[in-house]
């Protein structure tokens, strides 16, 4: 039987490191749908396009290739997995993401993805529009401050400079734009069971999914 998963919910609410864990045990294709739009605003940025300019940014989309290895989003040949997690892309990429003509088209692309795989995709619309159908859908929450946490951590894993306060910032903007913009924005699908990711650990949160879909098979 063919399984599609959905996992929705605000930055750093742990939603990658989950689709990963139970993508492996079901063996579904994991598809990180936020790299996606962060691809779109590295590349738009690089050439200097601001959201305003719809037109050109649509072309620059035409001529990007993207697929996944290893959950990494290679685009045309290059891996850019570290390029797009940078905090100077998390600070733009929902501007980019709130154009509806952007929005078709990679949401086009990720159905086409789930058409030919077994899929377990993460993002802000998954389970309200990109695969509205899916018998498995998770609204993954926590607190902002949680949230800065988690990013704060792993940036710091990564040596690079950041404040905590930056990032809780950050993090709030970026919520309030993703939740209140025109097209598809962020919002719990009303068939989708939420967590609370606050108070548990990423077992804790991997169980609980687990169990629903073992229930739902
Ligand atoms: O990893 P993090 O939670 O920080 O965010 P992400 O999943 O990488 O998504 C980055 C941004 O892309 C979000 O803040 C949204 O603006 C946009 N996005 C979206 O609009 N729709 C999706 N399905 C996925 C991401």
């Known amino acids: 039987m063919k399984i599609s ?3 929705d919910g605000p930055a750093g609410a742990g939603k990658s490191t989950i689709a990963k864990l139970v993508g492996e045990k079901y063996n579904l294709m994991y598809i990180n749908t936020g790299a996606m739009y962060r691809a779109v605003a590295l590349k738009a940025s690089e ?3 601001l959201p305003e300019h719809v037109d050109e940014i649509c072309n620059l989309i035409s001529s ?3 697929h996944f290895e290893n959950d990494d989003l290679i685009l045309n040949g290059e891996n850019i997995q570290e390029k797009i997690t940078m905090p100077s892309i998390s600070s733009i990429v929902s ?4 154009l509806p003509e952007v929005r078709t088209i990679l949401v086009k692309l990720q159905r086409d993805m789930s058409n030919k795989f077994d899929v377990i995709m993460d ?3 998954i389970g309200t529009v990109v695969l509205k159908d ?3 859908k998770f609204f993954l929450t926590a607190s902002p401050e949680e949230r800065a946490k988690r990013r704060f951590r792993e940036l710091q894993e990564r040596n690079l400079e950041c404040s905590y306060d930056q990032i809780l910032k950050d993090i709030i903007e970026r919520d309030y734009k993703d939740t209140h913009r025109a097209t598809d924005p962020l919002r719990k699908a009303d068939d989708a069971i939420e967590i609370d990711t606050t108070n548990l650990d990423i077992n804790g949160v991997v169980n609980v999914i687990n169990e629903y879909i073992e229930k739902g098979k």
Not at 95 to 98: N, R, V
């Open 95 to 98: 501007g980019y993401a709130s």
């Open 123 to 125: 993002g802000r619309d």
């Open 64 to 66: 990007m290739e993207m």
């Open 47 to 49: 050439n200097n396009l």
């Open 5 to 7: 998963v959905a996992i």
């Open 134 to 136: 899916s018998e498995f």
